[in-house]
Structures are given as structure tokens and as C-alpha cells.
């Protein structure tokens, strides 16, 4: 069995092992794979595994060998998943992976625009703090999260455990789903429409597929229902929000800043709005990055793999 893995860098970019997959047959992990060398280097596989490398249906076609797809990701919009299911070829990804380490960058960027942590530790490196006749001082409003409303869109794996921390800093909960979900056991968590949300959410954090219905859902309107000195977060997919609509926002103070994982176009581009806005801290896509989080990803792809081996399959996206 050949199996091939187009794009593995950024999963592994030295310090995890491929040595379960080479136990499986003729295996071969590329760091990267243009576009132009996605069939050549597939054509003969009867494995193919990618993360970013698009497998649309003119690709698939020149891979007549291919009888397994592996997704190093939950999101599977770089298959084409019609054609893969008319030709019978399972897609699995990896649902769950890094359900804690998304909700722990949630809480670490919020906390980040609430207490400025960077901001004052460089100031006492300046040597502020020294020069300072007071035992301490603060350079921008420090903000408590007890008591404070979140919003949540979305209430899946990640939204879930982004409210099981809310709950244990004692916050009120506030969450929007599109269809009816049971009630949790939370102190103060409410199930709401969305305007009520916007309206009443010091923090408005996204927890939702990307779907015809969530594309650019954060937009000039939405945000005009939020409060003045609202929080938004976005650690979900970057396509939710309209860049451009958010950045005048920020730039003129309707509402306080932002906090965001993911943008429209990975790597930026130089004219992203929001490089520009200094009330908005960008990570780049690192949420599920960590040691621990990837090594979990590469034991569920692989699981996934030995499950179709033997028969069985698991996580198959349609």
C-alpha cells in the first residue's frame, strides 16, 4: 500500500514521529506540495493525506489508485467531498483533537485585552516600574471577567468548554445556536436569539462551522448591535468575519477590541485591514499548535487509517 502525505510541516515540524505510518506500507511525507506537483507526486497512492493541499474533483480524477482520504484537520473544504463520495472514497478527519487547547487560547487572548499583560511587562522591563514612586501603577484599565456577560455562537465541543471556564470565573453566560440544544448545568448560562446576545455580551466569541448562513456573519450590522465596549473574539474560522467591517470598528471606538486566531486569507496579505488596528491582537493560527495538540492529531489520523485498514471507518465527513 502507498500512502502519501502532501503537506506534513506544520503538523510535525521535527518533533513528533511518522514510524506507525511507515509500519503500515510504502509511506512518504512531503513538507509542502505545490499545487502543479499535487498529482504527480498522488497519482500512483492509495492513500493520500493533506491538510491544506486542495483535492478537487479535477485532481481526484488523475488519481485513479486513490482509495482513502486523511484529513490532518477538522475542517474538510479542501475536498471535494461529492465526488470523493460518488467514487466511494471515505474522507476522515480529526473532530475532536484540540477541543481544550482552542478553548485555552479563547480565555488567553480575552484575559490579554482585560489585564495587558504584554503592555505592563514591558513597561517595567523599560524600567518604568523602577522609576515609579508608587509600589504599582497600570497603564490602561484592568477589567474583571467575574461577572461579566460572554456570548457564544455556537455551542459544540469547543463552545462548551469555552463556557465550563466562563462558569468557573463565575461570568454570566449568554449563547445563540441555530437549533434547540439541552440545557447545561451552569450557574448562570442562558440559551438566546442573537440580537439579544449582541446586545447584552461584554465578550462575543465564535464557535461555529463555516457555512453559506456563518460566512461574514460578523459584518457592519452585527457589530452595530453589540455594546460600545464589547470584546470580540474569533477562534472558529476567519471567513465568519467581514475584515473590513471590523476594522472600522476598531479604528473609530464603536467597540473595544479584538481578539483573533484566525483571518480570511492564511498567511495574511500586507493590506489586511486589521494589521492596521492596535486594539486587535492576532495570533497566527496557533490555537491547535501546542506539542500535546498535534501529537493527539497524528494518533487520530493514524487510528483512522488502521480502522480502514482493517475494515472499519471512522470520521468519515459525509
Given at each position: ?66 482509495k482513502y482520504i486523511g484529513l490532518l484537520s477538522t475542517g474538510f473544504n479542501v475536498v471535494d467531498i ?14 475532536t483533537y484540540s477541543t481544550q487547547a482552542v478553548a485555552q487560547l479563547t480565555f488567553a487572548l480575552i ?14 522591563h523599560d524600567g518604568e516600574w523602577t522609576a515609579c514612586r508608587d509600589f504599582c501603577f497600570w497603564k ?179
Amino acid at each position: 500500500m502507498k500512502i502519501v502525505m502532501l503537506d506534513s510541516y506544520t503538523t510535525n515540524p521535527g518533533d513528533l514521529s511518522w514510524a506507525e505510518f511507515e509500519a503500515l506500507g510504502d509511506f512518504v511525507a512531503y513538507d509542502y506540495t505545490p499545487a502543479d506537483k499535487t498529482v504527480e507526486r498522488a497519482k500512483d497512492a492509495d492513500v493520500v493525506i493533506t491538510n491544506k493541499t486542495l483535492l478537487p474533483r479535477q485532481v481526484l480524477e488523475q488519481l485513479p489508485e486513490c482509495k482513502y482520504i486523511g484529513l490532518l484537520s477538522t475542517g474538510f473544504n479542501v475536498v471535494d467531498i461529492d465526488y470523493a463520495k460518488e467514487r466511494g472514497i471515505p474522507v476522515c478527519n480529526v473532530p475532536t483533537y484540540s477541543t481544550q487547547a482552542v478553548a485555552q487560547l479563547t480565555f488567553a487572548l480575552i484575559t490579554e485585552i482585560y489585564n495587558n499583560v504584554a503592555l505592563h511587562n514591558k513597561a517595567v522591563h523599560d524600567g518604568e516600574w523602577t522609576a515609579c514612586r508608587d509600589f504599582c501603577f497600570w497603564k490602561a484599565p484592568l477589567i474583571n471577567l467575574q461577572g461579566k456577560t460572554i456570548g457564544l455562537i455556537g455551542y459544540g465541543k469547543i463552545g462548551s468548554a469555552v463556557a465550563r471556564i466562563a462558569d468557573a470565573y463565575e461570568m454570566k453566560i449568554l449563547c445563540y445556536v441555530p437549533s434547540e440544544k439541552p440545557q447545561p448545568d451552569f450557574t448562570d448560562f442562558r440559551f438566546v436569539e442573537l440580537d439579544e446576545l449582541l446586545k447584552n455580551s461584554d465578550i462575543v466569541s465564535l464557535h461555529c462551522p463555516l457555512t453559506p448562513q456563518t460566512e461574514k456573519m460578523v459584518n457592519a450590522e452585527f457589530i452595530s448591535k453589540m455594546k460600545s465596549n464589547a470584546v470580540l473574539i474569533n477562534t472558529s474560522r476567519g471567513a465568519s468575519v467581514d475584515e473590513y467591517a471590523l476594522a472600522d470598528a476598531l479604528k473609530s471606538g464603536r467597540i473595544l477590541a479584538a481578539g483573533v486566531d484566525v483571518l480570511s486569507t492564511e498567511p495574511p496579505k500586507a493590506d489586511n485591514p486589521l494589521l492596521g488596528c492596535e486594539n486587535c491582537i492576532i495570533t497566527p493560527h496557533i490555537a491547535w499548535a501546542g506539542y500535546e495538540t498535534r501529537k493527539r492529531l497524528v494518533s487520530i489520523v493514524y487510528d483512522n487509517l488502521k480502522a480502514f485498514i482493517n475494515g472499519n471507518i471512522q470520521n468519515n465527513v459525509y
